[in-house]
């Protein structure tokens, strides 16, 4: 548009060029309209173009042309005509620049359409390959989460042929953990956001789930405060194995001789990226000289190595129960737009 108003201006600004020539060459012309004939040649030539050159230094020869033969007039003498010489020259150079701007005008527009043409070509087949990739995770996160479930199958299976309380406990316990899993990949299948959970609801699924698993005669209360906070994958299956080991550990040894407790979830950001996982409950606690490093706790083993895994800082503290505190940062989420 701006190309097509700068060829018009081009072309009127021409037509007044030949106006102007046609009122300063007539015989009776008048030195006030030679005067104006100046002026407008003046004003146009401020910003001309390099191909109008050769129309500006005719036009001045007719100018001084002009003013030769308006003196030859005043000294008796007949002026000299150049009008069948110069305006037939003057048309023939604005039609030239005419079309040569059309023919410019029409190559750039087929140079658009076809770089448009490519440009969708390229967007046609990313938006492809975008489209396989959603599919291929979404397959892959489903038959992990298979997978996941065949396992725990077989875990079940093997545990009907175990007499060992201790065998089947830890088959149960191993059960829970890939529990834990297979529902982050079960929830990512389901959304459309293939690499990031939702912690809102990650965390009361999973609390759901394993009130439901030990229905046992015990009236634990769980009570949660999560602020919504999207993490990428790799940080939400370590926390979930967490948030899975400290509240089976509660169910399981924080209340031995009551029927009842409470566990407190707490999910919240301090700063910035940072945030602050805690799980407490009111029980017993753990012994007073309880160490990280004791190789009978694979519940805190799992736990503190599993914090690394999300550069998180582990910390427990027995006081009116058991608190564990977990304070990550979390990373940058790949976010599909």
């Known amino acids: 548009m701006m190309y097509k108003k700068y060829c018009l201006k081009k072309?009127?600004?021409?037509?007044?060029f030949v106006i102007s020539l046609l009122i300063t060459n007539q015989s009776g012309c008048t030195q006030s309209r030679k005067i104006e004939f100046s002026a407008i040649k003046s004003q146009v030539s401020c910003g001309i173009s390099h191909s109008e050159k050769a129309l500006l230094t005719i036009i001045s020869h007719f100018e001084n042309t002009n003013e030769t033969s308006f003196r030859k007039k005043n000294n008796f003498k007949t002026p000299i005509r150049y009008d069948f010489?110069?305006?037939?020259?003057?048309?023939?150079?604005?039609?030239?620049?005419?079309?040569?701007?059309?023919?410019?005008?029409?190559?750039?527009?087929?140079?658009?359409?076809?770089?448009?043409?490519?440009?969708?070509?390229?967007?046609?087949?990313?938006?492809?390959?975008y489209s396989e990739k959603d599919w291929l995770l979404k397959e892959l996160h489903h038959r992990v989460k298979n997978n996941l479930q065949i396992v725990i199958s077989l875990l079940n299976t093997q545990s009907a042929y175990l007499e060992n309380k201790d065998a089947i406990l830890a088959i149960q316990d191993s059960q829970h953990r890939m529990n834990a899993m297979s529902l982050i990949y079960q929830k990512i299948y389901e959304s459309e956001n293939l690499e990031i959970i939702d912690m809102c609801w990650y965390i009361p699924e999973l609390v759901h789930y394993l009130k439901g698993v030990f229905n046992t005669d015990k009236k634990i209360s769980y009570k949660l405060d999560i602020e919504c906070v999207e993490l990428d994958i790799s940080q939400a299956i370590p926390l979930g194995l967490i948030l899975n080991e400290a509240i089976i550990n509660a169910i399981k040894y924080a209340y031995p001789e009551t029927t009842q407790g409470e566990v407190n979830i707490r999910l919240k950001?301090?700063?910035?990226?940072?945030?602050q996982l805690i799980i407490s409950d009111n029980g017993v606690g753990v012994p007073?000289?309880?160490?990280?490093?004791?190789?009978?706790?694979?519940?805190?083993?799992l736990m503190h190595g599993l914090s690394s895994q999300v550069d998180g800082i582990f910390n427990i503290e027995n006081k009116n129960g058991l608190t564990i505190t977990i304070n990550f940062k979390t990373v940058k989420k790949h976010k599909q737009e």
């Open 85 to 129: 010489v110069v305006i037939p020259g003057l048309v023939f150079i604005i039609l030239g620049l005419f079309f040569r701007s059309k023919k410019v005008q029409q190559n750039n527009l087929q140079i658009l359409q076809l770089k448009e043409e490519e440009i969708s070509k390229r967007n046609e087949a990313l938006n492809k390959l």
């Open 288 to 301: 007073e000289h309880f160490e990280l490093k004791n190789r009978n706790s694979l519940g805190m083993n």
């Open 11 to 16: 072309i009127h600004i021409h037509f007044w």
């Open 269 to 275: 950001k301090i700063e910035n990226e940072n945030y």
